[in-house]
């Protein structure tokens, strides 16, 4: 994904563990408007598929789901 | 699937151990967050798990139980490794020192993100621990009928 992404959240959930970075995903995606997107900077190994799964379950999107160093890095976007 | 078309989530849990709680309501918690409906059907030693610190029973025996198997949900033990006790404190400073939210954090979390949680009308009647006793937010006790309808119409069924 290029940096140019508009970016509508920022959301920390370093230090936070299963199932908690899926559950603030979860609880702030209606916080911004539909097509915008999140961008979401985890700690938790485990997010890096739990994310992608609550997508799928969910309907909404991940642009994209990175390593950093040694933080994960998510893009959400909000579908409907 | 739920009567909203949403999927659906029908989980017994019997358990009282600490780690066994730990796994429901992580599950239980996970599946709210994925839009899921969940139901939450305690009897017996999950009990414990819903109830406030207040002391229970009527009978001599229901006020033993109550004395030996009082408390709330942070009284709950591992199942493995209890030591009376020491396993508890073991395992939450354990967690604590990795960020892991504690038990009633994760239940109260599991009531925020809309989870259903019952007691089991008989076995609250059998260990004299009414609704009272419960926090709030916890619905009107109920049957294993209700909860069996429920997993019938369920994606996932779990007995904890």
């Known amino acids: 994904m290029s940096d140019e992404t508009k970016i509508d959240l920022e959301l920390d959930l370093k230090g936070l563990l299963c199932p908690l970075p899926m559950v603030r995903v979860s609880q702030n995606i209606t916080n911004v408007p539909v097509d915008g997107v999140i961008r979401a900077v985890a700690t938790d190994p485990g997010a890096m ?18 390593k950093e160093g040694d933080l994960f890095v998510f893009l959400v976007k909000r579908t409907k | ?34 839009g899921m409906d969940v139901t939450m059907f305690f009897t017996f030693w999950g009990l414990r798990a819903l109830k406030k610190n207040v002391k229970t029973g009527k009978t001599f025996f229901g006020k033993m139980l109550g004395m030996m198997y009082g408390g709330d949900i942070m009284k709950a033990n591992p199942s493995k490794f209890s030591f009376g006790g ?65 997993a019938q119409n369920a994606d996932i069924q779990l007995f904890i």
């Open chain 1, 49 to 66: 598929a739990d994310i992608p799964a609550w997508a799928a379950s969910t309907g909404h999107e991940v642009l994209s789901a990175g």
């Open chain 2, 1 to 34: 699937m739920g009567e909203d078309g949403k999927k659906s989530l029908a989980m017994v849990v019997m358990s009282g151990d600490m780690d066994k709680l730990f796994g429901a309501f992580i599950i239980a918690n996970g599946a709210a967050a994925m």
């Open chain 2, 86 to 150: 020491m396993g508890r404190w073991m395992f939450g400073k354990m967690m604590g020192a990795h960020n892991v939210q504690k038990l009633n954090e994760m239940r109260d979390l599991a009531l925020e993100l809309g989870v259903n949680m019952y007691g089991c009308q008989m076995s609250m009647d059998v260990m004299e621990i009414p609704q009272e006793s419960f926090i709030d937010g916890v619905q009107e006790p109920v049957g294993v009928g209700f909860f069996l309808l429920k």
